[in-house]
């Protein structure tokens, strides 16, 4: 009897709590409906971000059917001067879009799951108010990690958004909702992240767009300047000319700077995120802490292979999680820094340099060997009766 009295009870329970939730939903239908506004605005900017890329298939099409329909096959009398023209043209035409397709579907590289907090230190994070209390949990966490950068404030770099911890030169993309690796910034003109997935591609991109763009100007020139004096037939081709030197011209001037300033962040080793703000390591904020020299730098985002280094294919070194560093904490523009120990003290007792806290994950077995050779043969003490130390540091030229 008492079994069926507590069945009864709990039917009714549950029925009234049914009626009540029901009841909140006749009162306040919006609540229930909050999300549907937000995913279509979602997919709106997602949408929207497509309208550059668009913007630039178009004039690519446009270009295209310009010179070679108008131009070489409507325009030009010569037919050698004819095939030397679309032979060139349709090379180059192939790498810009290769290379342009590849930085656009690549799909940026996000942190691995070992990044991840546990999820009892994860609840124990979400718990805790104080931010002292937050960074022990995430101390502890990152203890087995290759974590060697910090935020400013010397703490651990941790995305909320994203809740993984975030690994040597990783950031957050607000547009792609995000953390990505080796991130530089947002595209928009590629609608996607150029991080350490797309890095290569991206600077292919750009290299093959300004050779695009140059030998449409070069050899449009001439004929430009016929169509201009009147010494061609005006014909509806006269615009497509005219207008394919001036659109070639415009963006080989802007692509040009950014293609340099690229090529120099390459050479340094650098991100644009790293350009504005210097990463902090242990010892503090260092500009170059990641460079390795001139050619090694290269290397990081081209490869080791140079036979693969004009093609859109991914040949850049590591994974990156984690990355090389410099040998030694000074400036590569310094040659060398003497160091002068205190009196009544012997060599043995001045410290010398350690090597770097990366262990080098991305570089192979031989060149982790070579740098250690060469650090030991930098850092060479001389003699006791001298007391002086000697660091020669590559310079970055």
């Known amino acids: ?112 799951k070992e990044f991840c907090l546990p999820k009892a230190e994860k609840e124990r994070y979400e718990k805790e108010e104080r931010p002292e209390s937050q960074q022990e949990i995430l101390w502890r966490a990152a203890t087995s990690l290759p974590l060697y950068t910090r935020t400013g404030a010397g703490a651990i770099r941790y995305c909320d958004r994203c809740q993984v911890i975030k690994p040597d030169r990783c950031h957050h993309c607000s547009a792609c909702d995000m953390c990505v690796l080796k991130m530089d910034h947002h595209c928009p003109w590629v609608n996607n992240c150029v991080g350490f997935s797309n890095y290569k591609f991206f600077i292919l991109f750009l290299a093959y767009s300004l050779v695009y763009c140059l030998f449409i100007a070069a050899t449009v020139l001439q004929y430009f300047i016929k169509f201009w004096t009147n010494e061609l037939p005006d014909t509806h081709a006269k615009f497509h000319v005219l207008f394919l030197f001036f659109v070639a011209a415009m963006f080989c001037i802007s692509i040009l700077s950014l293609f340099s300033y690229h090529l120099w962040l390459v050479g340094k080793n650098r991100s644009t995120i790293e350009a504005f703000r210097a990463p902090v390591f242990r010892t503090g904020s260092d500009k170059n802490g990641f460079s390795l020299g001139f050619r090694k730098n290269i290397a990081q985002v081209f490869g080791d292979q140079k036979k693969y280094w004009l093609l859109p294919v991914f040949t850049s070194q590591g994974d990156g999680l984690t990355f090389p560093t410099r040998l030694v904490n000074v400036d590569v523009e310094q040659a060398t820094v003497t160091l002068h120990p205190e009196p009544n003290k012997s060599s043995a007792d001045v410290p010398v340099s350690p090597l770097s806290e990366s262990q080098n994950r991305l570089l192979s077995n031989e060149q982790h060997a070579n740098n250690t050779g060469d650090h030991l043969a930098n850092n060479t003490l001389k003699s006791a009766e001298s007391e002086t130390i000697t660091i020669s540091v590559e310079s970055e030229s």
Not at 3 to 19: H, I, M, N, P, W
Request: charged content about 15%; glycine content about 2%.
């Open 1 to 112: 009897m008492k079994t069926e009295v507590l069945r009864c009870s709990d039917l009714l329970l549950s029925r009234s709590a049914q009626l009540t939730s029901a009841r909140r939903h006749s009162l306040f239908p919006s609540r229930g409906r909050k999300m549907a506004p937000t995913h279509v605005l979602r997919c709106c900017q997602r949408g929207l971000a497509w309208i550059p890329v668009i913007f630039i298939a178009l004039v690519v099409c446009w270009s295209y059917y310009a010179y070679v329909v108008e131009l070489c096959i409507f325009t030009i009398p010569s037919i050698g001067e004819k095939i030397i023209y679309l032979i060139f043209f349709h090379l180059s035409f192939i790498m810009f879009v290769w290379s342009y397709w590849k930085t656009i579907f690549t799909k940026p590289a996000n942190p691995s």
